[in-house]
């Protein structure tokens, strides 16, 4: 029974422990959500960090006022697309739909916006919007990427290939361009084709790499020089 008794004390001791952790947690949420974004009204990630700790809390329609609130200060494609997208996990894809045709005429250029424009489009408009996107912004890399993934759909893989190496070379920092590019040559490419893609983006993280430590370097040494 003592056993018992110490054993149901320590789980009640652990689950007021969690509660408590869960209490403090959730504060801590309410509370950067209201002053960070009022302490930096023009910072575009504060905005998209307190909607989305609203969004994973189950707060939908907090998570939306936020960006409602945000892009009525900041015209940014980055709040913009997480608008949409919280309409889309939500499951309200007629409010995503809407949010997006007003994302497009306010930034228009935006070439994150038009690949989810394209990817939201059911498959026989897809090829539409995406000539579509390639007039408003045919060097984005995300569109490249966008339309690439229509070519792969459709077994169209030399044209593929090259639209996935075209979007690298326009951005060689974009990862999401370089796992495109890479998930194709597992499923379609020869061995070498796959080394290839490994090859050319440690070149290019190598080049990233020395240009950041020659820039900071550069930095160092004129902070440092007399005046």
């Keep these: 029974?003592?056993?018992?008794?110490?054993?149901?004390r320590g789980a009640r001791a652990r689950a007021l422990t969690l509660t408590l952790t869960l209490t403090l947690t959730r504060t801590l949420t309410l509370t950067l959500t209201l002053t960070l974004p009022k302490a930096c009204p023009d910072c575009v990630p504060v905005w998209l960090g307190a909607a989305r700790l609203e969004e994973a809390q189950g707060a939908v329609s907090k998570a939306r006022s936020i960006l409602e609130i945000a892009r009525l200060k900041i015209n940014s494609p980055q709040l913009w697309l997480c608008a949409v997208r919280v309409e889309r996990r939500a499951g309200n894809h007629k409010a995503a739909a809407t949010l997006m045709a007003k994302a497009l005429q306010q930034c228009r250029n935006a070439g994150t916006l038009w690949a989810e424009a394209i990817a939201m489009e059911p498959r026989a408009q897809q090829?539409?919007?995406s000539s579509d996107a390639l007039k408003a912004c045919d060097n984005d890399?995300?569109?490249i990427v966008a339309v690439s993934r229509l070519f792969w759909r459709?077994?169209?893989?030399?044209?593929?290939r090259s639209w996935c190496n075209?979007?690298?070379t326009l951005d060689p920092d974009l990862g999401d361009a370089w796992a495109n590019y890479y998930a194709f040559e597992l499923q379609h490419g020869t061995e070498e084709q796959?080394?290839?893609?490994?090859?050319?983006?440690?070149?290019?993280?190598?080049?990233?790499?020395?240009?950041?430590?020659?820039l900071t370097l550069t930095l160092t040494l004129t902070r440092s020089a007399p005046c």
Excluded: N, S, W, Y
């Design 1 to 8: 029974r003592r056993a018992r008794g110490v054993g149901g």
């Design 154 to 160: 459709d077994r169209k893989e030399e044209k593929a």
């Design 194 to 214: 796959q080394k290839e893609v490994t090859r050319t983006l440690a070149v290019a993280l190598a080049l990233t790499l020395i240009l950041t430590l020659t």
């Design 141 to 143: 890399p995300h569109v």
């Design 166 to 168: 075209r979007a690298v």
């Design 127 to 129: 090829k539409t919007k």
